[in-house]
């Protein structure tokens, strides 16, 4: 059975940096395309940030300078670097895997994890 599993959420300061982790199980995932979303209370999931097999990353507008998406295919893990971060960046974060080409904007993502939540404080 496929399965996303992020950890690394947290509570920090404005201007501090977490490090969110995503565990693939059950099945290969370096020929997958590989995302990271968000949601805010009351607000639509978001995407932030993905990244294909090949390694070439896509960002949101919001988070570019500050987050860097990396994988592990060794792992079968995705990360999440994210630096500076903002009040604005508090959110649910949820990792997605999909089998099908990685591209800007894409929100079709076959298989999410549970969620990590992300707090900043200002």
């Known amino acids: 059975q496929v399965q996303l599993e992020e950890s690394g959420g947290g509570s920090v300061q404005s201007g501090g940096s977490l490090r969110l982790s995503c565990a693939a199980t059950g099945y290969t995932s370096n020929t997958y395309c590989m995302g990271w979303f968000r949601q805010a209370p009351g607000k639509e999931r978001e995407g932030v940030a993905g990244?294909?097999?090949?390694?070439?990353?896509t960002y949101a507008d919001s988070v570019k300078g500050r987050f860097t998406i990396s994988r592990d295919n060794a792992k079968d893990a995705v990360y999440l670097q994210m630096n500076s971060l903002k009040p604005e960046d508090t959110a649910m974060y949820y990792c997605?895997?999909?089998?099908?080409?990685?591209?800007?904007?894409?929100?079709?993502?076959?298989?999410w994890g549970p969620g990590t939540q992300v707090t900043v404080a200002s």
């Open positions: 990244i294909a097999s090949d390694g070439s990353t």
């Open positions: 997605a895997a999909d089998p099908g080409s990685c591209y800007p904007g894409k929100t079709t993502f076959h298989t």
